[in-house]
C-alpha cells in the first residue's frame, strides 16, 4: 500500500511489528518462554513504547485538527494499545508467561498494524495538509532497527 512519505517511519516499524507478530503467533511447546519475553520487553521498550507515543501525543492530535477523532476506527486504535500495553505488562510482570499469552498478543499485533496500515493512516492522509504531515515526520522517534 502506498503510503506518504511523512508516515514511513511509523509504517517501517510496523513491518517489523508485523515480523514480531507472525513469531509470537507460532508460539508451541518448542518456542522459549525466556526468548520470546526477551523480544517483547526488547521490541516494547525500544520501540513499541516511542511508536505508541508518536501516533497518540503528534499523529492523533495533528490529526483532530482537521478531522473529528471522535470515530469508532480512531477509538478501535486507542482499545488496541491499551490491550497492547497489558499483554506486555503481563508479560513482563510474569515469571513464566504461558504461550497461549504470545500467540494473543502475536494476534493483536497483527490486527493492530493492518487497522492503521489500511485504514487509520489513510484517514489521517486525506484529512492532513501535506505539510503539516511533513512537520509531524520531524517529530517521529527513529527506530532500533534501521534508524529510520
Known amino acids: 500500500m502506498k503510503r506518504h512519505e511523512a508516515l514511513y517511519p511509523l509504517s517501517h516499524h510496523h513491518h517489523y511489528t508485523l515480523a514480531m507478530a ?5 508460539a508451541d511447546d518448542k518456542s522459549s ?5 526477551r523480544d517483547v520487553i526488547d521490541f516494547w521498550e525500544k520501540d513499541g513504547e516511542d ?3 508518536d501516533e497518540e501525543e503528534v499523529l492523533l492530535p495533528l490529526y483532530g485538527q482537521y478531522e473529528s477523532v471522535e470515530q469508532p476506527e480512531i477509538r ?3 482499545i488496541q494499545h491499551v490491550q497492547i500495553r497489558s499483554y506486555v505488562y503481563q508479560i513482563r510482570g510474569t515469571k513464566r508467561p504461558d504461550r497461549q499469552l504470545f500467540r494473543e ?43 529510520y
Open 33 to 37: 518462554i525466556q526468548k520470546m519475553t
Open 76 to 78: 478501535e486504535m486507542l
Open 105 to 147: 498478543l502475536g494476534t493483536l499485533l497483527q490486527e493492530h498494524v493492518r487497522l492503521e496500515e489500511r485504514v487509520i493512516f489513510p484517514m489521517i492522509e486525506k484529512a492532513v495538509p501535506e505539510n503539516y504531515l511533513f512537520q509531524a515526520n520531524g517529530r517521529f522517534h527513529r527506530d532500533s532497527y534501521s534508524g
Open 51 to 53: 511508536h505508541f507515543r
Open 22 to 26: 507472525q513469531e509470537l503467533k507460532k
